[in-house]
């Protein structure tokens, strides 16, 4: 079901205004948001003004936008006009407010999509659970005393909770991935480099993707699209024409489907591995396809991450390291003292491993594997143990994702629900070879017309 | 890396780095150290052809 295109008809039609859908929308937040904590912040009125601006074009008989009265939310590294960034930490309160919007939010805007605020996160993006021991964590709506993964907690969770249909967040090593695993919304990051950045808080530029949840395919198709296209002010993005996707998403297509095994194998729970049998079934894949650098792509970015990102904070660290989250600064300190030879080596593992990988794309136009190799655990564990190995929870959640983003493949996300998690969620990731973010969600589309892959809106608990 | 090298290696750094950390601290940064060298030695075991190039996003 696209809520995309269950609010153009309403508008299309005048059964529903744009005002009316932010006042229930605004409601909705009030209520769900006391027990789940994903909003830093709240647009409500700049929201109203937006609103009554698509009204105003619909009273005039303008055609509207692809995305209009559709409300959305973002993390809060993205740029909003007016708001502080506050990229999850405390320490950037006192910084001055953004001067414009970012320029995903602003292409949200210009699609007639209405901002509703912006969501917690882990601080600086450091981290897969959105403990943030300054705003608090968020919360699982589908089981409040867990985690709702990260970084882009807030992000997952006001999606799987039904606050807001669309949502935007980051993804370096898993960010968008993990906390769509552990909600069970769709989550999408394409390939890198395809969406611009610029006006968003960085943390790893070499690795750094943006990217939508939402509560469908089709609509991580729709704002896909919209949010497409160069910018000159981010030296990453690619300068590629617009490529939609949402017009062939349900073109009938033979895919070749294969599922990845060796590391996502050894490091997924018996749950995860269900999940992925799950969608093996239905796209009729190939099992145990080697991608015999996956391992090394996860060290890779793991090395350059710590690298990079502690260096990004290593002058601010030094004045200020009480300011700093907790959970996350001695590992961006250990991460500003790795040896330059290991970061150089990584970048050049990087590159071998995506050559090995685009080999098996010749034989593949698609791959599967799990996002997470466990479904959210509680609040404040601190371990997580896979097959008998005891692992830090914050740090290896995105075990799964990591490899691929090395690579920069686009990933999607799909929400399975393996019975013997219930009532917890569990993702499959669908990859898709450099630039194919076409195959990736008609496969993923597939999974979700089949029935495989689906969105349950969180019921409010207690 | 043994664990002397290695206790060694971070509390150089941090001072060449410039950091000033309390001992508590200095040990959780070494925990988090000893944590990325473990990972690193999976980049050990590749072996890397000479015309591998790093990469880079760098677009002059």
């Not at chain 1, 898993?174 to 395809?194: A, D, E, N, Q």
């Not at chain 1, 949010?227 to 996707?245: F, H, I, K, M, Y």
């Not at chain 2, 410039?18 to 690193?40: H, M, N, P, T």
Request: with cysteine; net charge negative.
């Amino acid at each position: 079901m696209s809520q995309v295109a269950d609010i153009a008809a309403a508008l299309r039609s005048g059964s529903i205004t744009a005002s009316q859908l932010v006042e229930d929308c605004i409601a909705r937040i009030r209520i769900r948001d006391i027990a789940l904590n994903c909003f830093t912040g709240r647009s409500f009125e700049r929201a109203r003004a937006e609103a009554a601006a698509v009204d105003a074009m619909r009273e005039q008989g303008l055609p509207l936008p692809a995305l209009a009265g559709v409300p959305f939310a973002v993390k809060n590294l993205f740029d909003v006009e007016g708001e502080v960034t506050l990229a999850g930490a405390r320490r950037n309160e006192d910084n001055p407010p953004a001067a414009r919007d970012g320029m995903l939010v602003q292409r949200l805007r210009d699609a007639g999509a209405i901002l509703m605020g912006m969501l917690n996160m882990d601080e600086h993006a450091y981290g897969f659970t959105t403990e943030n021991t300054s705003y608090g964590p968020t919360r699982n709506p589908h089981d409040a005393s867990r985690i709702s993964g990260g970084s882009s907690g807030g992000s997952a969770a006001a999606v799987a909770a039904g606050m807001v249909p669309l949502t935007l967040g980051s993804d370096t090593n898993g960010s968008i991935r993990v906390p769509s695993s552990l909600c069970g919304v769709f989550g999408f990051k394409p390939t890198y480099g395809r969406l611009p950045r610029s006006g968003s808080f960085p943390f790893v530029q070499g690795l750094d993707h943006l990217g939508p949840f939402a509560t469908s395919v089709e609509d991580l198709a729709a704002v896909y699209d919209v949010l497409q296209g160069t910018d000159p002010e981010d030296s990453a993005c690619a300068q590629r024409p617009v490529e939609p996707v949402l017009p062939q998403l349900s073109t009938p297509r033979k895919l070749r489907v294969g599922v990845l095994g060796g590391w996502f194998h050894e490091q997924a729970s018996e749950v995860a591995r269900e999940a992925v049998r799950q969608c093996a079934e239905v796209l009729q894949a190939k099992p145990d396809v080697q991608w015999s650098m996956a391992e090394a792509a996860r060290s890779a970015a793991f090395i350059i991450t710590g690298a990079e990102g502690g260096s990004l904070h290593r002058e601010n660290l030094r004045k200020d390291y009480a300011g700093y989250e907790p959970l996350s600064r001695d590992r961006l300190i250990a991460g500003s003292l790795i040896p330059g030879d290991w970061v150089v080596r990584a970048q050049r593992i990087r590159a071998l491993a995506l050559k090995e990988m685009l080999a098996i794309f010749e034989q593949y136009d698609v791959l599967l594997a799990p996002a997470t190799p466990l479904p959210a655990h509680e609040i404040g564990t601190a371990e997580i143990e896979i097959h008998g190995k005891r692992l830090p929870a914050r740090a290896s959640m995105g075990l799964l994702a990591q490899p691929l983003s090395c690579i920069g493949v686009p990933v999607c996300t799909v929400p399975v629900w393996p019975q013997d998690c219930a009532p917890m969620p569990l993702g499959v990731q669908v990859i898709a070879a450099p630039w194919r973010e076409d195959l990736c969600l008609a496969a993923a589309h597939l999974l979700e017309q089949q029935g495989v892959a689906r969105y349950v809106e969180a019921a409010p608990q207690g | 890396m043994n664990c002397e090298a290695l206790d060694t290696y971070v509390r150089s750094a941090l001072q060449l780095q410039g950091y000033a950390l309390d001992e508590a601290s200095v040990q959780q940064v070494i925990l988090q150290f000893e944590r990325i060298a473990a990972i690193a030695q999976a980049l050990e075991s590749v072996a890397l052809p000479l015309e591998v190039e790093p990469a880079s996003v760098f677009r002059p």
